[in-house]
């Protein structure tokens, strides 16, 4: 209903992000301020923690996994031998997961802005790449309400057939066109949806996955054409805006005229919150939670 109706905010949670007490603390926060879908890491204890969050409201859980390659599922690591100790990198870190040039994994969404930024060459990845057979039974068992793959490029057609075969329930596929052009992205979704039922599937289209740091048009464009691209194929899917999305989302998408299903936030809407998530009282202090719930509720509204 709420994706018929293009009203499906989705809190992005980080599919690499298996800091379980954050993962509680923004639940418990966008849950009361009218979320009600979460992308969460495929971790028995992140779920977990995402359903104490809930606190019994109403919640959809949809857990992410990634094919080999794909920034998502990876891993930034520091080689000390190159490391010049700029601290560069722990600035721009938009999970706040380096310190004193040391990463912590459990936090880190694999955006690559510390990358970016390390003149020394001192950064590199290492790719989660789970198996989906060891991964999803125990959280299908435990009550998920959706399973997203992240299938940027590459090959995703095992781990797809193997959601299937498990799995009937809501799938969404996240795709971008980084690494693929308009007509692979398209023939993509055509190829993983030939066997669904119409509209049990969301595509996630992912303007640049990841980027959504500042809140302004710029970030969101790439968001909002790769979800007008999904459109123009007139697919019997859901379309759901993501990667660069912000306030600013929703009404550039209805200006370009994109019917939208929903919009999924990551970045910016952790990070608009992060200094009151990051207090140790945050689920306890009144005052503090409340501050926050303002600032949540006017980016939920915004859809
Ligand atoms: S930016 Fe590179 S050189 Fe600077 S602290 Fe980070 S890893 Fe070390
Ligand atoms: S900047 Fe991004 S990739 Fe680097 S440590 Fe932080 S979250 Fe991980």
Known sequence: MLLDEGKCFKLVCGAGNEDAQEVEKLVALYSQAGCKFFDLSAKPEIVEAAKRGLQGREGYLCVSVGIKGDPHIRKAQINYEKCAGCHKCEEVCPQRTIKHCKVKQARCIGCGKCYSVCTHGAISFVSENKDLSEVLPPLIKEGIDCIELHAMDGDWVEKWDYINSVYDGMLSICTARGRLSEEKMIEQIKQMIKNRKPYSTIVQADGYP?????????????????????????????????????????????????????????????????????????????????????????????L
């Open 210 to 302: 990841m980027s959504g740091g500042s809140d302004d048009y710029k970030t969101t464009l790439q968001a909002v054409a790769t979800a007008e691209i999904v459109q123009n194929a007139k697919l019997p899917v859901y379309i759901m805006l993501s990667g660069g999305t912000n306030s600013k989302t929703a009404e550039l998408a209805k200006m370009c005229g994109i019917n939208y299903n929903g919009i999924a936030i990551g970045t910016y809407a952790r990070k608009i919150v992060s200094k009151y998530i990051e207090r140790e009282d945050f689920l306890r202090n009144e005052y503090v939670f409340n501050e926050a719930l303002k600032i949540a509720k006017a980016l939920v509204e915004t």
